[in-house]
Each structure stands twice: as structure tokens, then as C-alpha cells.
């Protein structure tokens, strides 16, 4: 109880309101943009959240990540084009609804949708995490490699249509993570050392302008390599009744319940991601409706069931994604690997560590969660019909602030040191410069931060196990945990492979 | 492949260093884990080569000539505000990174014909900008002064407050200026590249500005002075 009091008094401030409240505006107008991610929302807010307590810093990113999953329906349900792949199954019925001119309750039925998918995964949340934490108490280094090798290698194999591509992007990140310094002889390991040893790459790559390099600028050159989009039209809607009557959610509550339940899975599972999940959703509530003997409206002729079954289903994602992340160091997706890369960069390390020493941050972190998602549906459904407005702001103006946003955000995580700043714009752009070429010839992002993440949790381990072990490299065969986790790493390779083996001959 | 057979070169030139203390031995030392890493990204990247075939829908959607020229202007803006941005400062470089890239996004190609406009553009909203930051700094420096000196509460002289009273007071002179442009505007008539100018100044300008009271007033980050020095 003390640590939750404690917990509390961390965000009990203005500060946190104000800026979560920011946050969540943000998030929502970049989720409503066609183009910007999500991921890309928190790596942006990285430096600010840099600068505050780091409760009301995970808040104001949390905030972020659940406005923008939310608000990447706006678009969908308006023009018909998703904000980010989170909405993609929300087009179909969303925008049949704008069309018969019920484009109100389609807005306001994602806005309560949402609430109830991240409060819903939250309680799981809250739950699961603990227990979840309290498995690695069994945990050794050789385990905790193997374990640094499953994140890797599921969100390698399951992000991007090549998998081969997805592991070498899997490989490059630890390479990345590899510069600086040995950390058990302090040997220097960056190329050129003589000349880049007094550099801040001694210290090695820096984690939030690698970030911001590769979702934001990298984002900007990739917009720009592709024409302009015309800005969209939203024709003007009546936007009258909002809120979904009481006896519509209680119709549906098979729905909201399978969705619930769907999300917060599949966002628990390393490497799905909310794309996988409103698409199962959407087809578990199709077969609902088919069987509630005329209770419930068909799905894909614009009804708010369709509306719901994806939008309860990707906010479920956030919580659920959050498990692995806070419990195990393990993101759930790319927006929580960024997550995981702040919580590092304020010197928080995720795991049982986290839940034993620092409960209360732990708390905070679940409480902020709560705030994020009451902040969200309050200022979506307060900006229902300016939200709309949004959707004109040209990509010709949008390109250049995304670009500047991002060269101050690498510049101030340094805070006073100048030269630092100046070294980390280098990094940003040379990373974003990467990134664009990386994007262009399809090779995912997503690895590259896994493995920048994880490479350093894999390394030291590594040689603690190997060490303790007395030099003998067969240790991590020799364990049924790391078994576990070693067969999971090459059926998530082989299933993929298989799959794709399969789709390729047909 | 081509990388990471320099990588595993760079990886064998590094050498292996054990832990401090491991005298009984048992480290694998710090090489084996880059040279495994080095090992099998040449590997992936041979199958790779051998075995991914071009889409051939990817390679229809080349750039044009006016996008491969936005495209290079926007690395080599990017470029020389890394090298730039230490020399001549934040507002300058940020100002001018914005001015351009908006400007030019905006007409859609990098063409001789805008430059006119396009400095004109480009000198008046630095000379707006120069005017609003001293302005600022003026507030900001007198407030501070003033919470010292005790002739105001020293709440209003919190980082929080003084940027805040900033904010108002920058913002309220920038509408001024958004008015008086716009009536300017409507006399000498608008053309495509002056209302392209235009957006851009002011895009420019009021982002710069608020960057600056966020990040150096609210968050206190030393954004680089340059030349601006007061």
C-alpha cells in the first residue's frame, strides 16, 4: 500500500496533468495523420519526457501511445484511409457509417471503444505483470540470454514480409548496441579509434537519437522520395448524436468482451502488434453477429459493431504489450521498444528488478496508464468535430517540422553539454539517412531497435553464463528454461519460413 | 555482404579483451559475440543476394526530377545544419532549415525562378525573427531581474512563469505580424511563390520561437547561441 501511495504522490502534480494532457492531444492529431506512427509520436516526445520526473516522462509517452492508436480511426471512419495500420479494419464499417451520415457515432463509438480496450487491458495489466515479473525470480544469465534472443528473434521474424531481412536488421541493431565500450574490460570498440575516442561514441550509440533518426527523420526522406499527398477533403459532417446508446454496448458486450480479450493477447505476444489483432477482432465479432439471431447488425454494412470490434481490440493492445515490456524487458511491439528505450534512458531497467526495488515507479506507470486513457477519450471526444480539421494540414508543411523536431530532440536529451548535442545530431541524421535506405528496399526498422534494446542485456549475460559455466558454451542446452526459450526462438523462425515458403509456391 | 565482411574485419581488428579479474579463465571475451554477429550477417546477407528477387512494383514508383531535387536539398539542408547549427547558433539555423525546406516543399520543385522571392522571403522572416527573440529575451531577462531584485514576486520569476509570460507576450505580437502581413499581402497581390513565402516565414518563425521557450526557458537545454549572442 505504502508503494502505492508512493506511486501516486510521483504523479500527483500538475506537471504530470498538463503534459499528459499535451501528450494525449499530440498523440491523437499524429495517429489522425496518415503517414505517422505511433512509435514514431514517442520517439519525437523521447526528449521531453527526457527532461521531466521520470514517472510524469513515461506518463506523457504513454499518453502518446494511446492517443495515437485511438485517433488513427478518425481518418479511417472520415476519408476512409487509416491513420496507422491500428485502424486499417476500422475503414470497412467507419466509413459506410460517415457515409449514411452517422459519422458522429462512429467517432464517439471509437472514442468509448478504445476507453473500454484500455481500461479492460490495463486491469490485466495490473494483474499479470506482477506474477509475470516474479517468474524471472528463476532467471539466471544464461537464461536471461536466452530470453534477450526469443524478443529478438520474433520481432525479426514476424516484422516484414522477408525474414531473413528481419534477422539481419535483428543482427545490425546488436552491432549497434556492440559500440562504446567492453563492459567487463572497458576495452574501447568503435571504429577509428583514435579519432572518435574522445567522442561521445565512446560511450556508445546513443539510444534516443538512433530512435529519432530511424522513426522520424527516416520517416521525412521517405515521405519526400513519394509525391506529395493531396490534402484530403473531409466534406462537412453532422456530427449530432455521439455516445452509442446503453442498450447498443449492452447488445454487444459478446463483442467487446471477445475484442478485449483478443487485444490484450495478441499485444502480450513479442512481435504481433495491434494489424494482427483488429483483424481478428473484426472477424470474431463477424461471427457473433452471425449467430445473435438478428440482435446484432451484420458487420461491413457500416454498423458501430464493426466499428467497435477493432477499435476495442487495439487499444487492448497497449496494456497487453505493456506486460512483457514492464515484467520481462520484452516489448510487445515497436511503440513499446521505444517505451523500453526511455524507461534505459532514465535508468530504469524493466523486469523483476524494477517490480522488487522500485514498486512504486511501477504503480506510477500503472496509474498513468489509467490517466492516459481517461486523457484520450476526453480530448477526442472534446475535439470530435475539430479533429476533422486536422486532416488539411499539408504534408508540405508537416515534412519540415517532423525533421526539426526531431534534430532538437536528439539535441536536447543532452541537456547542457553542447558537444554531446552536437555529436547526437550527427548520429540522428546518420541514422535517419539509414534508416530511409533500409525502408526503401523493405528491410524492417522495428529489429534494429530490438537489438539495440536487447544487445547489451545479451552480451553481458552471455559471458556471465558462459563464465559461470567455466568457458563451456553448451550451458545454454543444458537448462530446461533456456530449452524453452531456444525451441521458441526457432519455431518463431520456422513458422514464418514455412509460411512464407508456402505462400511464395502457391 | 559487402558491410559485414568489413565488419567482421573491423571486429578481428579489435582483438579480444577478457574480464578484469578472470585469471581462472572461463570469459569468452569480448570478441566472440561481434565476430558470431559479423558471421551471420554475411551469411543472411549471401542468401539474401541469392534468393530475394526484386518487386517488380517497387521499381515502378521512381522519383521524379522535381522530387530527386527536393530530396537532395533536404539532405544537404539537413547536412549543413549539423555542421551549421554549432557556428551560427539554434534560432538562425533552425530558422533558416524551416524557411527552406517549407518554402521549397511548398512550390514543389527547387527552380531558379523562385530564389528572388524566396530571399526576400528569406531575409524578412530572419529579420522578424531576430526582432521577436530580442523582444523575448528583453521579457526574460527583465522578469528574472526583477524576481531577484524582489519589485515582483519571485513565483513570476520561475523558469515555468517567465516562459509562459514570454509565450503570451511573443505570441500576441506574432498575430499582430500574421494581420499586418496578410493586408500587406492583399495590396502587392499574391502570387504562388509569395504565398509560399509567406506560409513559410511564419511556419518558421513561430516554431523556432516556441522550440526555443520549451527547450531553453521551460526545459533549461543549452541550445547552442552562435552568433546571436545576447
Known sequence: MDAFIQGFHQIANLSTIIWMSIGSIVGIILGALPGLTATMGIALMMPIAFQLPTATGIGLLL?????????????????????????????????????KGKAGEALGGTVVASFIGGIGSLIVLVLFSPLVARLTLAFGPAEKT??????????????????LKGLLMGAFGMALAFLGTDPFSNQLRIPFAKLLAT???????????????????SQVFFELSKPFEKTAKVDPIKIDKIFPSMRKLRDMWKIILSSLGIGTLIGAIPGTGASIAVFMAYNSAKSITENSKGKLEPLGTGTLEGVFAPEVANNAVTGGALIPALALGIPGDAATAVLIGALMVKGVTPGFHLFATNMSLVYAIFITMLLANIFMALFQLLGVRLYPKVLSVPQQILLPLILILSFIGAYAVAGQATAVGMFNLGTALFMGLVGYFLKKDNYPIAPIVLGLILGGMFEENFRRAVKLAGGNYLVFFTKPICLLFIGFSILSIALPAIKQRRERRK | MVLSALYFIYVISLGSSTMIGDEVGGDPGGMVLPLFLAIFMFLVSAALFATDRKDPSSSQGGMTSSQKRLFALTAVVSLLYVVLARPLGYILTTLWLLYILTFYYIQGDVVL????????GFVSSTVVMLALYSIGRKITRSLLLAARKGSIPSLLGSPSAVAGITLVVVTALFVALLFLSRKLLAKWGKSGSVHSAHISALVAIATTEFIYLIFRQLFLVELVRGIITW
Open chain 1, 63 to 99: 499518453a502518446v501511445y494511446c492517443g495515437a492508436v485511438s485517433g488513427a480511426s478518425i481518418p479511417a471512419i472520415l476519408i476512409g484511409i487509416p491513420g496507422n495500420p491500428n485502424a486499417i479494419a476500422t475503414v470497412e464499417d467507419g466509413l459506410l457509417m460517415t457515409k
Open chain 1, 146 to 163: 536466452t530470453l534477450a534472443l526469443v524478443g529478438l528473434v520474433i520481432i525479426a521474424s514476424v516484422s516484414g514480409k522477408n525474414i
Open chain 1, 199 to 217: 567522442t561521445p561514441l565512446a560511450r556508445g550509440m546513443d539510444l534516443t537519437s538512433a530512435l529519432i533518426g530511424l522513426f522520424g527523420i
Open chain 2, 113 to 120: 525562378k523562385d530564389l528572388k522571392v524566396s530571399l526576400i
